[in-house]
């Protein structure tokens, strides 16, 4: 059992929560990016950036919804990244919570 422990304690510190925070950041400028190219050019283009990236969570809602409207499919370009990253996101707390009933 502390073999396993361990060796979860690894990987967890070596590549879990340094690719979940990188693919955070990733998933963060790409959603100033994409908010920058949903509005139409002009003053509103740079406020949807700036209140994306000020406000994260509440960006890539706004974002997905009106990502969904562009394309006209729930299955598109950015919902496939936000499936991915709560995919590892949910992989990484999984694994913490196999951790912590290892002790």
Same mark, same amino acid.
């Given at each position: 059992?502390?073999?396993?422990?361990?060796?979860?304690?690894?990987?967890?510190?070596?590549?879990?929560?340094?690719?979940?925070?990188?693919?955070?950041?990733?998933?963060?400028?790409?959603? =100033?990016?994409?908010?920058?190219? !949903?509005?139409?050019?002009?003053?509103?283009?740079? #406020?949807?950036?700036? +209140? %994306? $990236?000020?406000?994260?969570?509440?960006?890539?809602?706004?974002?997905?919804?009106?990502?969904?409207?562009?394309?006209?499919?729930?299955?598109? =370009?950015?919902?496939?990244?936000? !499936?991915?990253?709560?995919?590892?996101?949910?992989? #990484?707390?999984?694994? +913490? %919570? $196999?951790?912590?009933?290892?002790?």
């Amino acid at each position: 059992m502390l073999s396993a422990k361990k060796s979860i304690d690894a990987f967890l510190a070596s590549i879990g929560y340094p690719l979940l925070f990188m693919s955070a950041l990733a998933l963060h400028c790409f959603t =100033a990016i994409t908010a920058y190219n !949903l509005v139409a050019p002009g003053v509103w283009r740079y #406020v949807a950036t700036v +209140a %994306a $990236i000020a406000y994260p969570a509440i960006a890539e809602m706004v974002v997905a919804y009106y990502s969904w409207q562009e394309s006209g499919s729930k299955v598109n =370009a950015y919902s496939v990244w936000i !499936l991915a990253w709560l995919l590892l996101l949910f992989v #990484v707390l999984g694994l +913490a %919570a $196999i951790r912590k009933r290892l002790e």
